[in-house]
């Protein structure tokens, strides 16, 4: 078994792992885009007038919401059908008549929309009476979305239908589900032309905040951005004794995962670089999919997009989207510490590989620019903050001066480089390159785009139906009723129907309809809004890693190759914090509203979290005595959880104590080793 003295540890250069990074996230456009096949270009053409039309709208505002909703999904659809033509095998005759479905499907979906955004004023004025070709608009477009939801998800896909069966056959259903029913009729309307359901609220969050953020992180991750992320983090791990590769890759993992807002794919997309990266570097196949699966779900707390999550909340509750993202600031912060604290805990003297690196010989000066020639991304974060936070602008009008500001300065780049190349670059090649990455940034954030519309559009149909059927409100009341208005019971009752209903879903579907469920019922008893929905979000997020479901551990068990229930233990070791940061910023809700006992709060329940994790793990430096794991654990629950600030500090002061007699040198020997 490893141990973790350094000689007894492989090593591997930092230069070989910056060259992994690089293979990973950066393409090489080999290709010229001339070369590529008919339906390739109009994929480009199409995103290129996706990217045009959105960051058009964002500047002007010019037309209704719910109309730009219509038209974005218009093409989303039509853009969906063409990408599925893409991968279908035109040299069998199943392929052929698939590739033609595709495209007739590409434009029969723009037609019923078309009609709608056409007929739009008309519509809207005779609410309540409207044309046969309205209504068969209406049934066209619930049609086509539910076909897009199959290939997306056939789980949403069976919510959404049981949401339209429900509605139609509610005399027939037994107690608490039991209402008058809706007419087919009524039920086609309420969720189109009524710009409700389908065309209503979720539909137009995609078309504005969620789109303009998935463009920009297309961007980003084309010009190179991400891969500069993770090499930054990576030679920070080289550098410093205490960070390790695992930390890098939870900072990668929750920096993308906060983009794409699927815990999901998030697994599989960055964990196909981190797990094996973890792996090499001598984290066992079980540790390194844990760890990755945590930091997937950590992406969505992360402020300031939270995965969409910001973006859904700004529009249920009153706090206005700055509120929100500075309010999640202190728990997504204590999230990532208290998992790295965690990840160095569990892997302590386990990880065989450490990472070698040359002896920097430039100034501070040299360093620093090393840094600030990045500054594309350092500007066009800081315009995004300017405008989300300092002036608390529309997000998408934070997120079209981001676009502008990252597109600028990074021709900006591009020009100097070349001009002040050595070599004597040319300047066109460099413009050309630009040009390439910036189509392939709009592609990549249009395609990003697609699922994300598709799943919110159809959620609609389902929130639609649990509002007005009355269930919404019927549940809410009878929760209220089974916790007895006893707070304490409330929050568990929530806390098991958001895991509950999050298994197998993506967050923002877990989240939308357990807000729509059980948010109420929190409210009713007392709870503050904004706590009662990121406390039902943080749950909604967990239930990616809580069996027997649990769909970011099957994903990265599969990529590492480990048994997924030992995986899962050790998923929901690492991951203890998203199980009691809900309750944490609960009992202590400075964590959540800023104020001048924010950092006070944020100390405590730090130092709570580390004792946990301690007793979790029965490390320190060393394994600690096993009859001590359990007073860590008390400890550090009493440090969260005791009502009274002075019973907090004198705990922390006892954590602080154990934990500085057990580092002291010589206290456990030096010979010990992890346990398995």
């Not at 730009?68 to 659809?77: E, K, R, Y």
């Not at 357990?514 to 929905?533: K, R, W």
């Amino acid at each position: 078994m490893a141990t973790g003295n350094d000689s007894d540890r492989e090593t591997r250069s930092l230069a070989d792992i910056e060259q992994t990074i690089d293979e990973k996230f950066r393409d090489s456009y080999s290709e010229r885009i001339w070369d590529k096949g008919p339906i390739e270009l109009l994929v480009y053409a199409i995103t290129v007038v996706f990217f045009l039309y959105h960051l058009w709208y964002a500047q002007t505002f010019q037309l209704p919401r719910a109309r730009h909703g219509i038209i974005h999904l218009a093409m989303v659809l039509s853009l969906w059908g063409i990408i599925q033509m893409l991968g279908t095998d035109w040299s069998t005759i199943k392929g052929k008549a698939l590739g033609a479905g595709y495209a007739l499907y590409s434009v029969i979906s723009v037609i019923p929309l078309y009609y709608i955004q056409s007929n739009y004023d008309q519509i809207r004025l005779t609410a309540g009476v409207y044309t046969d070709a309205a209504m068969a608009s209406g049934v066209l477009v619930i049609i086509l979305v539910l076909i897009a939801l199959a290939h997306v998800s056939k789980l949403i896909t069976g919510i959404a239908l049981v949401g339209l069966v429900y509605s139609y056959f509610g005399p027939l259903m037994p107690g608490l589900l039991a209402h008058r029913g809706l007419s087919i009729e009524r039920i086609i309307t309420m969720n189109s032309v009524e710009m409700e359901g389908l065309l209503g609220t979720l539909l137009q969050i995609s078309a504005t905040w969620v789109v303009i953020f998935l463009i920009l992180a297309g961007l980003m991750e084309k010009y190179g951005g991400m891969a500069t992320f993770i090499k930054g983090m990576t030679r920070l791990a080289a550098r410093r004794k205490y960070i390790e590769i695992g930390q890098v890759a939870v900072a990668a993992s929750m920096f993308m995962g906060s983009i794409n807002g699927s815990t999901a794919a998030n697994t599989a997309t960055t964990g196909a670089f981190t797990i094996p990266l973890m792996k090499e570097n001598g984290y066992r196949p079980k540790i390194a999919a844990a760890i990755e699966a945590v930091a997937s779900c950590g992406g969505q707390v992360l402020p300031p997009i939270m995965g969409a999550g910001a973006f859904l909340m700004a529009e249920l509750i009153d706090p206005n989207y700055s509120d929100i993202v500075i309010g999640a600031v202190a728990p997504a912060i204590l999230f990532f510490l208290t998992v790295s604290v965690a990840i160095s805990l569990s892997t302590s003297g386990q990880v065989s590989t450490r990472i070698t690196s040359e002896p920097d010989p430039r100034s501070i000066g040299k360093r620093l620019f090393d840094i600030v020639r990045h500054f594309e991304y350092i500007g066009m974060f800081i315009i995004l903050l300017w405008w989300l936070i300092g002036i608390g602008a529309d997000p998408m009008v934070a997120g079209f001066y981001a676009i502008v500001t990252l597109m600028g300065l990074r021709v900006g780049r591009v020009v100097f480089e070349a001009l002040t190349d050595a070599t004597d670059q040319d300047l066109w090649p460099a413009i050309k390159l630009f040009l390439r990455e910036s189509l392939e940034g709009m592609r990549r954030g249009a395609e990003a785009t697609l699922n994300i519309t598709i799943l919110l559009a159809s959620l609609g149909i389902v929130i639609r139906a649990l509002i007005v059927t009355g269930f919404a409100q019927q549940l809410s009341s009878y929760l209220v009723v089974l916790s007895g208005g006893t707070v304490i019971i409330m929050l568990f009752l929530a806390m098991l129907a958001a895991i509950a209903f999050g298994m197998g879903m993506s967050t923002t579907a877990a989240y939308m309809i357990v807000a729509v469920l059980v948010v109420p019922s929190l409210v009713q008893i007392g709870v503050q809004e904004f706590t009662a929905h990121m406390f039902v979000f943080y749950f909604a997020i967990v239930s990616n890693i809580t069996p027997p479901i649990a769909l970011s551990v099957i994903i990265g068990q599969g990529i590492a190759g480990s048994d997924f229930w030992e995986t899962a233990v050790e998923s929901l070791r690492i991951g203890f914090p998203m199980f009691l940061l809900p309750f944490a910023f609960f009992f202590n809700e400075p964590l959540l509203y800023p104020s001048p006992m924010t950092l006070v709060s944020f100390v405590i329940v730090f130092a709570g979290f580390v004792a946990v994790s301690v007793g979790l793990t029965g490390r320190i430096r060393q394994n600690i005595p096993t009859l001590l794991r359990p007073v860590f654990l008390l400890l550090g629950l009493g440090a969260i959880f005791v009502p009274t600030t002075i019973g907090q500090l004198l705990l922390v002061g006892a954590i602080v104590a154990a934990c500085g007699y057990f580092l002291r040198p010589g206290v456990l020997g030096v010979t010990q080793t992890a346990e398995g």
